[in-house]
């Protein structure tokens, strides 16, 4: 988080597809449950810079968020101090059981060198019964299916240095894992088998998904 400012972050909340979505299965909650704004609970795990925190506590939610870097916590609170932001873990937070209506996961499950498994019981423990969880992850969809060889060969270190020389950019000097990309069917066991029914998977931003397979894009 140390190249973007909150600033940045908050920009991105203009017509940004996933808020749009959020928006539409909050609303359906609210609705179901017959319940107002002021009686939710929500959760950002792995909040960052307080992107969605500082959207929704505006939008009069009541919104708190963990995330284990500290200088993003710190950044997010010096931008508002009264903002609910804490340094913490995931997969071991300190709420009680059952503490929210709904948990935000964005981008995050994905870069867990353990899996999915700690931080979606964690979820399951910290929601109501009857709470939403909602997820965006990067997928293995058809579009890496098909390229996958060229994205692999692109990644070995020599390949990708040599053409990053070529584009005018620095060389990559460690390779260290980023995240993992699930495929549809096994992360929709790894959502059941820890406790969750799922409403609906879609897919979403497909452009960001390429640029990311390829950063020279």
Same mark, same amino acid.
């Given at each position: 988080?140390?190249? %973007?400012?909150?600033?940045?972050?908050?920009?991105?909340?203009?017509?940004?597809?996933?808020?749009?979505?959020?928006?539409?299965?909050? =609303?359906?909650?609210?609705?179901?449950?017959?319940?107002?704004?002021?009686?939710?609970?929500?959760?950002?795990?792995?909040?960052?810079?307080?992107?969605? &925190?500082? %959207?929704?506590?505006?939008?009069?939610?009541?919104?708190?968020?963990?995330?284990?870097?500290?200088? =993003?916590?710190?950044? !997010?609170?010096? $931008?508002?101090?009264?903002?609910?932001?804490?340094?913490?873990?995931?997969?071991?937070?300190?709420?009680? #059981?059952?503490?929210?209506?709904? $948990?935000?996961?964005?981008?995050?499950?994905?870069?867990?060198?353990?899996?999915?498994? =700690? &931080?979606?019981?964690? !979820? #399951?423990?910290?929601?109501?019964?009857?709470?939403?969880?909602?997820?965006?992850?990067?997928?293995?969809? #058809?579009? %890496?299916?098909?390229?996958?060889?060229?994205?692999?060969?692109?990644?070995?270190?020599?390949?990708? #240095?040599?053409?990053?020389?070529?584009?005018?950019?620095?060389? &990559?000097?460690?390779?260290?894992?980023?995240? $993992?990309? $699930?495929?549809?069917?096994?992360?929709?066991?790894?959502?059941?088998?820890?406790?969750?029914?799922?409403?609906?998977?879609?897919?979403?931003?497909?452009?960001?998904?390429? =640029?990311? !397979?390829?950063?020279?894009?």
């Amino acid at each position: 988080w140390g190249k %973007y400012s909150v600033e940045d972050v908050l920009i991105w909340n203009k017509n940004h597809l996933h808020l749009h979505l959020y928006e539409t299965y909050i =609303a359906s909650y609210l609705q179901r449950n017959k319940k107002k704004i002021k009686d939710l609970r929500l959760l950002d795990g792995g909040c960052g810079i307080g992107r969605l &925190i500082i %959207y929704y506590k505006r939008k009069g939610y009541k919104i708190c968020g963990v995330d284990s870097v500290l200088s =993003a916590v710190e950044k !997010a609170k010096q $931008y508002d101090p009264q903002i609910e932001v804490s340094h913490g873990d995931i997969r071991t937070l300190s709420f009680p #059981n059952e503490s929210f209506d709904v $948990y935000f996961s964005v981008g995050v499950i994905e870069h867990d060198t353990h899996g999915p498994t =700690a &931080i979606l019981k964690e !979820a #399951n423990r910290v929601l109501k019964r009857k709470g939403l969880l909602l997820i965006n992850i990067p997928v293995m969809n #058809n579009f %890496y299916k098909i390229f996958w060889p060229v994205i692999r060969l692109y990644h070995i270190p020599f390949i990708e #240095n040599t053409i990053r020389k070529i584009f005018g950019k620095k060389p &990559i000097l460690k390779k260290e894992f980023d995240h $993992y990309l $699930y495929d549809k069917h096994e992360f929709r066991i790894a959502i059941e088998r820890n406790g969750f029914r799922i409403v609906e998977l879609r897919p979403t931003m497909h452009i960001p998904g390429v =640029a990311k !397979a390829c950063p020279l894009f």
